[in-house]
């Protein structure tokens, strides 16, 4: 008991769930994340490949295991019929409804891409994209309904 004295104890508890905002939060900036690395690897002429991790059961013993697989992702920018770039921001399939009526980013040339990344980030961070987000996930909801 008296190694126990020498550390600060506190009756602080870890909280249930975290809300549904902030998952969906969590949610997108992974997928950041990844763009993010993807527009890196792009710069910098290398290839970007993307992993997850998947359980699989061995066929001869029946155990489960979890194996490094790559996983497919899709860059979120595009080049225009004016020949610019431009990005919009996904959440699972759907766009994001930047603005009113507007679906996506135009920039410049690629070197804007991850600069544009790093303050959709921010925004993601400070809940500039809560209602997009939630009017997306609003209408996956809907087509499971009956």
Not at 6 to 18: D, H, R, V
Not at 31 to 48: I, K, P
Not at 59 to 87: D, H, M, Y
Not at 89 to 94: F, L, N, S, T
Request: hydrophobic fraction near 40%; aromatic fraction near 4%.
């Amino acid at each position: 008991m008296a190694t126990l004295t020498t550390l600060k104890l506190t009756s602080a508890q870890k909280g249930a769930n975290l809300p549904a905002v902030q998952l969906r939060r969590n949610k997108l900036l992974l997928r950041l994340a990844e763009q993010h690395q993807m527009a890196r690897a792009q710069q910098a002429g290398e290839v970007f490949s993307a992993t997850k991790l998947r359980t699989a059961t061995d066929v001869e013993t029946g155990a489960k295991k979890q194996i490094l697989t790559s996983k497919r992702v899709k860059p979120w920018w595009f080049t225009c019929e004016n020949g610019k770039l431009a990005l919009g921001v996904r959440y699972g399939a759907r766009l994001l409804e930047l603005g009113k009526g507007k679906f996506a980013i135009e920039l410049a040339s690629r070197k804007e891409l991850l600069p544009t990344l790093d303050l959709i980030k921010t925004a993601v961070q400070d809940g500039e994209l809560d209602a997009a987000m939630e009017t997306a996930s609003g209408r996956v909801r809907a087509g499971f309904a009956k």
